[in-house]
């Protein structure tokens, strides 16, 4: 492992070196600019699914025809394995120019002095919500652009549906009757088709489900705002349906990634960010999917908020600070940029770039989902605490091993309150 | 004048004698100047990491900050610690299953291959093609897809009756799963005791035929001792090469060792708390420890080969 780690160091310093080489033999041109003879090349990570590369694709060739002396070489990956890949380059001191990051990892890369004061160069923010850019800023710098916002929903495919005899949801639902919807699914479709995969080991849809009972996820400090019994209460919503067709196995989950269960077809419904509409559209196939609120046992609280899908970032080691901001400034503001992703990243956070989208179709649903859960959206969580990416996935595993039967329900709450104690106490 | 009394005794008596190791001394320039590139890597990118690992396994390093010393508490809270035991577990189960079951494999075929038999050449490449590609990343991505729900394995299997699903998603079944796909690239060890094989004289099977000794009489009094070298060097190299799995499982699992931990091997875990959790200092512990382990091990195997491995020349 340190000797990739080590390796990569030789490798950014190597490359470095020929880059200031370079720099050195031109020395009529400072190394700074480009032209649009000799562009500079900004590296470019983000992580998403075939739809999103081809859009991606789509906004760099706009953004490089319309700024010639820039060229941007994209490079993705899927999100699980965005992050590791990121935590090496940051050790190596070879970051990418720019990067799309989350809110989830933003404390990790932010706080270690990662990331670029977004703050010194020139990025117009005057058409964002005010409320929310602290989301991208850490200690009074900011370290992410928000380029759009989400909020949490349960998914549905209408024709699945109607195919299993049962009628539309129309959101308003307890989470007894969230399981009884599931229940039915299950029970018609024959083994075939399933309910969903387990809501309760998505921690967004706990953190949410805390809310509606008016308990913080994390408190100021830094530490676990909910006890053990919370989360004993969390993970026992759903113990009469494992094992059941409401619940698809986790054999079946498993076998079907990186795909989720609903974008490959085998559940019904799912829960997850409003903006997945895109992805899961041309995962599936299907030619509709709908979008109904979380289940609540208080109807006047929802738990929702917006929360920014994902931020723009840069490196602090980025040789080209200027361009970078451009790049940003470009992906976050450019009215035809949102023409290009629609709802795919969430709804536009610039007003800029959300009045000069048209949206028609899924993504009005979208946008209509949007705005009739706007009355119940509260402020967005506290910024999750360091080494929150790393608490999210044993979340998501620690729950899966419940589906197994590998653990129960108590020994799953107090293996997962003990990682997360542990790392709390690490990144203390 | 003085220092080298014994040098000019010596030339001397044999004058020849100091233009020999002047050779000699420039032919071990030419040998270090040849050996250089290597060398250089060797210190740069072997030897120094692992002296900085050693240091920081005695450290909390999460990749950004200065690391922190905190003494033997990785090495501690190591064994507190329910996934490291868990992968620990795992990997002891691979080694001891999947190592024999591949050396077996290996000597069989290698034993079918040295038969004199027309095309014999064309089999040999037939059979050692799988472990050319076996450790790359697309037969792991195959080997997922065949494995997968509905996949060839699965339909195969209920021709015969036989319900077993995916394999991929059962925690049942996965390290079959694995143990298989390390069986199959046997072609390494099986070129090696094919040459093992060839190396033992025919005259003795002819003798033993001719005492009315049977096959599996020759195969333990001839052929077992006779290849017995052989066999350890194999045992040896591919228990060390069964510790380090680690490519084949992060893909077929997707870099989580799942489902349920099933192929949750000590690389992969250490690879997750390295680059996953920033928790380098206990990574690079985990590194040295499985270093330590092996080399106990490879003692081990050492001391008791003097039992059962036999050398030509030996008085045994």
């Not at chain 1, 965005?82 to 940051?90: S, V």
């Not at chain 1, 996820?217 to 530490?223: M, P, S, W, Y």
């Not at chain 1, 309150?417 to 203390?428: C, P, R, S, T, Y």
């Not at chain 2, 989580?256 to 949750?264: C, R």
Request: charged share 20%; aromatic share 12%.
């Amino acid at each position: 492992m340190i000797d990739r780690r080590k390796f990569l160091g030789t490798v950014a310093l190597g490359t470095a070196s020929a880059a200031f080489l370079a720099a050195c033999g031109q020395s009529s041109s400072p190394a700074q600019t480009g032209s649009a003879e000799k562009p500079v090349t900004l590296n470019y990570s983000w992580w998403g699914n075939d739809d999103r590369a081809e859009r991606t694709r789509k906004a760099i060739a706009l953004f490089e025809s319309k700024n010639p002396d820039i060229k941007v070489a994209g490079n993705f990956t899927d999100f699980g394995g965005y992050w590791p890949k990121r935590a090496t380059e940051a050790a190596g001191g070879g970051l990418p120019d720019v990067m799309q990051f989350d809110l989830s990892y933003l404390r990790d890369y932010g706080q270690r002095n990662q990331l670029l004061d977004l703050g010194t160069v020139k990025i117009n923010t005057d058409a964002f919500d005010k409320s929310l850019l602290p989301s991208g800023q850490i200690r009074g710098k900011t370290y992410g652009i928000p380029t759009s916002t989400n909020t949490f929903a349960v998914y549905y495919d209408p024709a699945k549906l109607a195919s299993l005899g049962i009628a539309e949801p129309d959101g308003t639902w307890n989470y007894k009757e969230f399981n009884a919807f599931l229940a039915e699914v299950g029970a018609k479709g024959n083994g075939t088709l399933f309910g969903s995969s387990d809501y309760t080991g998505v921690w967004w849809m706990f953190n949410i489900w805390l809310r509606q009972n008016n308990i913080q996820a994390f408190t100021e400090d830094g530490k676990l705002g909910f006890s053990k019994d919370d989360l004993k209460k969390w993970w026992n919503l759903t113990a009469d349906l494992r094992g059941t067709g409401a619940i698809i196995s986790e054999e079946r989950v498993t076998q079907l990634l990186p795909k989720s269960p609903f974008a490959s077809n085998s559940t019904v419904a799912e829960v997850n960010w409003d903006n997945f509409m895109a992805g899961y559209l041309s995962d599936s196939g299907a030619k509709e999917l709908k979008l109904v609120p979380v289940p609540s046992d208080d109807p006047d609280n929802l738990g929702l908020f917006l929360k920014p899908t994902m931020l723009m970032s840069a490196s602090a080691k980025t040789k080209y600070k200027d361009q970078a901001g451009r790049f940003i400034d470009f992906m976050v503001n450019d009215p035809e940029v949102g023409q290009i992703f629609k709802t795919s990243r969430g709804l536009p956070a610039s007003k800029t770039q959300r009045d000069g989208t048209t949206f028609e179709g899924t993504d009005k649903l979208v946008v209509d989902y949007g705005a009739s859960v706007e009355k119940y959206l509260k402020d967005a969580p506290e910024p999750p605490i360091v080494g929150f990416g790393t608490l999210e996935a044993s979340f998501k595993r620690v729950a899966s091993d419940v589906n197994y039967g590998k653990l129960t329900v108590d020994g799953a709450v107090d293996t997962w309150f003990k990682e997360a104690e542990d790392l709390i106490k690490q990144n203390a | 004048m003085t220092q080298s009394p014994t040098l000019s005794r010596r030339s001397a008596s044999a004058p020849a004698q100091p233009r020999k190791s002047r050779r000699r001394g420039a032919d071990a320039r030419a040998g270090y100047t040849f050996l250089l590139p290597w060398l250089l890597g060797f210190i740069a990118l072997t030897v120094g990491p692992m002296i900085s690992s050693l240091y920081l396994s005695f450290t909390n390093y999460n990749l950004f900050d200065a690391p922190k010393w905190i003494g033997f508490d990785n090495y501690v809270s190591l064994f507190q610690d329910e996934r490291f035991l868990q992968s620990v577990g795992v990997t002891m189960q691979y080694v001891v299953f999947g190592t024999p079951l591949k050396l077996a494999a290996a000597l069989a075929i290698a034993m079918l291959l040295n038969s004199k038999r027309k095309g014999q050449g064309f089999y040999r490449s037939a059979f050692y093609a799988p472990s050319l590609i076996g450790a790359s990343v697309s037969i792991a991505i195959v080997w997922k897809a065949m494995f997968g729900d509905s996949g060839p394995v699965d339909q195969g299997l209920s021709f015969f009756g036989i319900n077993l699903g995916g394999w991929v998603g059962n925690p049942n079944m996965t390290m079959g799963m694995m143990i298989l796909l390390t069986v199959w690239q046997f072609g390494a060890p099986m070129v090696i005791f094919l040459a093992g094989l060839k190396q033992i004289p025919a005259d003795l099977y002819e003798a033993a035929s001719m005492d009315g000794a049977g096959p599996v009489r020759k195969f333990m009094n001839i052929t077992w001792p006779m290849l017995s070298p052989v066999i350890f060097f194999n045992l040896l190299m591919e228990t060390i090469h069964a510790f380090q799995i680690f490519a084949s499982a992060y893909i077929i699992s997707n870099g989580e060792g799942g489902p349920a931990g099933s192929t949750l091997f000590y690389t992969l875990y250490l690879y997750l708390r390295g680059f996953s959790d920033f928790r380098m200092g206990y990574a690079s512990a985990m590194a040295w420890l499985l270093v330590i382990v092996v080399g106990i091990i490879t003692l081990i195997f050492f001391k008791t080969s003097k039992s059962w491995v036999h050398y030509s020349g030996d008085a045994k």
